[in-house]
Structure formats: C-alpha cells, structure tokens
C-alpha cells in the first residue's frame, strides 16, 4: 500500500483521549431515523389520574416544551456515551466536565441542607 495513498495511519495516536473519535455510527443511526417517510406516531396521552401524586410533569403535549426535551435527551445520550466510553477513568479523564456536571447539583443540595 502506497504511503501517500491517505490509508497509511501508523503515524496517528488514538486512544480514549488522544486522536479523533467519530460517530458515524451515531449519524449513520440517526439519519435512519430521521428519513423515514410519512407521518410520525404520534406519542399517547398520559391520563392526569396515571401520573403520581405531587409529579411536576403536565400531561399536555406542549409543542414549546419540545426543543427543551429533545436537548435534554442528547445531553442524556452525549453524556451517557462519554461516561461508557472513559469509563473509571472519567473523573480523572475529564475533570472539568465532571465538576461543571456534579459541582452545580453538589452547591444545590448543600444549599438546601442548610435551609
């Protein structure tokens, strides 16, 4: 194989930290999803007499509301797959994003122990 030929990759380090990690297959998945044709299912909705007592969640289906979950669940699923990917080693890997994940939650229920 020609070196000059771009398959030649013994120069390049990767591991979990170092090098490019790709998602493709993340993307390859998503774009599944996303083409397929015709209407969307649309999701039940929950009865007000099924959701626990004292629950913050309304039953209506919100359209404003969805910009705000669809965030919510690519954080879920970005964070998710960074942690399975570190491992252990996450808090030492990415200390920064551990502390601006658990420092906020930390100051909140410090917060209100002292209340």
């Known amino acids: 194989m020609p070196s000059g030929s771009g398959l030649d990759c013994t120069h ?3 591991n979990k930290t170092r090098g490019i990690i790709t998602l493709y297959r993340h993307q390859r998945a998503a774009f599944a999803i996303t083409s397929k044709r015709g209407p969307t299912p649309k999701a039940p909705k929950t009865p007000t007499t099924e959701l626990p007592p004292g629950s913050t969640i309304s039953s209506d289906n919100d359209e404003s509301k969805k910009p705000l979950l ?19 080693n996450f808090t030492k890997s990415l200390p920064y994003l551990w502390e601006n994940t658990v420092g906020p939650l930390r100051t909140a229920v410090t917060e209100k122990q002292h209340i």
């Open 70 to 88: 669809i965030q919510r669940r690519g954080a879920e699923f970005s964070l998710t797959t960074v942690a399975r990917h570190f491992g252990s």
């Open 12 to 14: 390049h380090m990767v």
